[in-house]
């Protein structure tokens, strides 16, 4: 299946193509984490969160060729608040 084909399956609320689209994704984001915060658990707090935030607001992306970029603005977002708390 086509990557934005996941992304709009994912859209209309297919968790099986949304949980696939986090899978190869998730190895960039916990990486990413880890820069922001050099700490093991919390960065996998931090993918966790974000994957939690990208699932309750999928429907608002707008464009599917941006999914990954989309995704990783939520982490860094996410990782910029965990680190002013």
Same mark, same amino acid.
């Given at each position: 299946?086509?990557?934005?084909?996941?992304?709009?399956? &994912?859209?209309?609320?297919?968790?099986? &193509?949304?949980?696939?689209?986090?899978?190869?994704?998730?190895?960039? @984001?916990?990486?990413?984490?880890? @820069?922001?915060?050099?700490?093991?658990?919390?960065?996998?707090?931090?993918?966790?969160?974000? +994957?939690?935030?990208?699932? +309750?607001?999928?429907?608002? !992306?707008?464009?599917?060729?941006?999914?990954?970029?989309? !995704?990783?603005?939520? !982490?860094?977002?996410?990782? !910029?608040?965990?680190?002013?708390?």
């Amino acid at each position: 299946m086509l990557f934005q084909d996941k992304v709009k399956k &994912a859209k209309r609320g297919n968790d099986k &193509a949304f949980q696939e689209l986090i899978e190869a994704e998730k190895e960039k @984001l916990y990486r990413m984490a880890y @820069l922001y915060v050099k700490n093991e658990s919390d960065a996998i707090d931090i993918v966790h969160e974000t +994957i939690y935030k990208a699932y +309750i607001s999928i429907k608002k !992306l707008k464009e599917t060729n941006y999914f990954s970029n989309w !995704l990783t603005r939520i !982490l860094i977002n996410t990782a !910029l608040d965990f680190k002013k708390k």
